[in-house]
């Protein structure tokens, strides 16, 4: 199976190749084997067996592990938990016009363990490419997703050239505005989600309440959107969905407002969370 997906990806990238750029000289890339590619000035990256090539320039550590992955992964796969974001943003690339002779290429920058590009990119045929900086994520969407490109790597050295990309997703995931500004195509598309302050509530009332989570202020997420991209659209999305038994665990450990919460808290979690609100708003923007 893993011999499998490392063929099918070196297909995948021998294809678009030319859209790759070395991250570490910014030089052009070559595929030179089935589970090899390395630049013109013979920086070489691997394809591990999953299918994904690690782009990384420098060592990190950080605290997003299988566990978090494996409970997102839950609750997108068995849950109607994102649904209304994901239809809003189909369509929002249905909208969007391009090249018909072309497929659309679509990056999720921050993408995780990957199901939120898996499901906003199935039966279309757009390409879909996904990069984060935690390994454990991207093993696991490789592992999994064989449609989609994936990558490890940062979003301040990303292994794209120049105005390559039609639609960059940035969700519930820090950004680098001047990167995606790069890598965009000049009649790009972006789309960021943010959280507002009732999402997830009921989960950081029961796990923190005595805390208040920090949310950015909705005018300095803005501020920071505007310098860099033109808004187009700023839509609010807010809405409320029972937590079944199966749900609950997943909720608890898909965010990492767990790594804060005592096993007391946990405990009252498990017994009591029966709701869950998911508030956000999505910006959309053009590159400047």
């Keep these: 199976m ?30 030179i084997s089935r589970d090899h590619i390395q630049c013109s000035s013979r ?34 796969t068995q849950s109607a938990i994102y649904t209304p974001l994901i239809v809003l943003i189909r369509n929002w690339i249905e909208d969007y016009t391009t090249d018909s002779s072309q497929p659309l290429h ?49 979003l301040a050295y990303s292994p794209f050239a120049e105005g390559q990309l039609d ?7 820090p950004s680098n505005y001047e990167e995606f500004g790069r890598i965009m195509k000049p009649d790009g598309l972006i789309i960021k989600v943010i959280p507002r302050e009732q999402y997830l509530m009921e989960l950081r009332e029961l796990l923190l309440p005595e805390r208040q989570d920090h949310i950015d202020s909705r005018e300095y997420v803005l501020d920071r959107f505007r310098n860099h991209h033109h808004l187009i659209e700023s839509i609010p999305l807010t809405y409320t969905l029972p937590v079944t038994e199966v749900m609950v665990n997943s909720i608890i450990h ?10 007391t808290a946990i405990a009252s979690v498990q017994k009591s969370l029966s709701q869950i609100t998911i508030d956000l708003e999505i910006l959309v923007g053009k590159r400047r």
Aim: proline share 2%.
């Design 106 to 154: 679509i990056l999720d920058a921050g993408a995780g363990e990957g199901t939120l590009l898996e499901q906003i990119t199935q039966n279309t045929p757009a390409v879909g490419w996904g990069i984060d900086i935690a390994k454990e994520g991207i093993a696991m969407a490789s592992s999994t997703y064989d449609q989609q490109i994936w990558f490890v790597g940062d």
């Design 2 to 31: 893993s011999i499998h997906r490392r063929e099918r990806s070196a297909a995948l990238i021998q294809a678009y190749i030319h859209m790759l750029k070395c991250p570490v000289c910014h030089r052009t890339m070559t595929m």
């Design 167 to 173: 639609v960059i997703l940035n969700i519930l995931s």
């Design 254 to 263: 898909m965010t990492p407002l767990s790594w804060h919460g005592t096993e």
């Design 43 to 76: 920086h070489s990256f691997d394809l591990a067996r999953q299918g994904y090539i690690n782009f990384m320039t420098r060592f990190f550590k950080g605290n997003y592990d299988k566990r978090l992955f494996t409970a997102k992964r839950n609750i997108l």
